[in-house]
């Protein structure tokens, strides 16, 4: 047993992990940029009352699961670990006055987010996420624009065959009726309801539609539907979104007890989920309008629409597929392997070998050196168990400007003028066939 671990609910992300979740992060960069979207960052810790203000100070993500950080006491403050990251972008959307910039403002922000939660596959206490945001646009286009980006990242990572679950919870006009007839729906049911949830009854009763207890399942379905009871203006609202990913031929389904996590969300909300899955635990990506949020953290009123990715649950989605595509395959494939390895046989003369390869960096080529002093069996071995296609062997004729240039694959080797290496380099990379 090693004497210390990373702390329960984290993970180190290893190259195996690390690599395929960048190659995520940037079609995602790069998608989002190609919408017109620019990367933020907001610091991984803010004021706790971002959150439990942006929130809501009855959600799980506030009550149970924020991760204080130790503020120094004398200075007053009490910061948290960000769960989330729409809240710090809408405090920074205040702070930086951006209401004057041309709205809407469209930012992405990729990074670790943190919950105390239960840890369990696939829920972690530090995860990964990609966050688009379009905050200053009343919708309902960019609402339907920003799915249309959700659906088509999925596809473009290899998972095509996502279910984009859509529902409209209302707004402040329409969501009190709605909530008094859920309550006194759930008063009916009370003696079927769990201890939680009958305290959420009290206290938050739309969080009770979140629930992830079993026993929950068929009372939730007899409960009633925010769209049923939808005023005129979201009602309208969201009929327009679904015209538009109609006419975008975006397939969604309807799923009228859809709730998000966070208070804060209105009108819009939807969620992803991998393809056969169900249950809240499956969630690859999930977002929504949250047309109060500015306002609540001292904004002006602005709505705002965004969506989260979640990096590691779709990483998760990728390598448990049987069936994946070349999409898929490319997110997961091994980092590439050296275009070639400088070896020698002088075994002590790592300097020589060092020099070589770092010429050949300069020249944009992906080299590796060996500097272990071991033979020249040892280290040809070592360069064709990376991989390498090609070993740039130094030996004696350096003397004379010449090295020897063996194709690892096919065996064969030749001498090469040390001032010709790279750009013979180059042109054997380009009609190498991989294999
Ligand atoms: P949420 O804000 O809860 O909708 O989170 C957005 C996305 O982040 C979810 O759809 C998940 O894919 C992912 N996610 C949320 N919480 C966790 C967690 N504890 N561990 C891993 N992924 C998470």
Known sequence: ????????????????????????????????????????ETPLFEDAAVFERGI??????????????????DEGERWALRP??????????VQHGMQTWPQPVKVTMTGSMF???????????????????????????????????????????????????????????????????????????EARLPPLERERLERNPLRILDSKDPAMVDVNAGAPSMTDGLCEACAGHFEAVRAHLDALGIGYTLEPHLVRGLDYYTRTAFEVY??????????????????????????????????????????????ERADRNAAAEAILAPEPAPLAVVVGSDPADT????RLATELRGAGLAVRADLGQRKLGKQLEA?????????VIVGDELASGQVQLRDLDAGTQRPTPVTNLARDLERAARTHHHG
């Open 1 to 40: 047993m090693p004497t210390f671990r990373a702390p329960r609910g984290t993970r180190d992300l290893l190259p195996a992990e690390r690599v395929p979740m960048t190659r995520l992060e940037r079609v995602a960069a790069d998608l989002a940029a190609r919408y017109g979207y620019h990367p933020m």
């Open 56 to 73: 809501g100070a009855v959600t799980d993500v506030v009550e149970k699961e924020l991760f204080f950080v130790g503020a120094r006491a």
């Open 84 to 93: 989330e990251p729409t809240a710090g972008i809408a405090r920074a959307y």
């Open 115 to 189: 919950r105390y939660d239960r840890p369990q596959a696939g829920r972690y206490r530090q995860f990964w996420q990609f966050d688009v945001e379009a905050i200053g646009d009343p919708g309902p286009a960019v609402d339907a624009e920003i799915i249309e980006l959700a659906a088509r990242f999925y596809r473009d990572v290899g998972l095509p065959d996502v279910k984009i679950l859509l529902n409209s919870i209302g707004d402040p006009a329409c969501r009190p009726a709605y909530l008094e007839e859920m309550t006194a729906y759930y008063r009916r049911h």
């Open 274 to 319: 991998p393809a056969g899955a169900g249950g809240q635990q499956s969630a690859i990506g999930g977002g929504g309008r949250y047309d109060g949020l500015v306002e609540l953290l001292g904004g002006r009123p602005t709505p705002g629409i965004g969506f989260g990715i979640g990096l590691d649950r779709v990483l998760l989605a990728l390598q």
């Open 351 to 354: 300097a020589t070998r060092l």
């Open 383 to 391: 360069a064709a168990r990376d991989g390498a296609h090609f070993a």
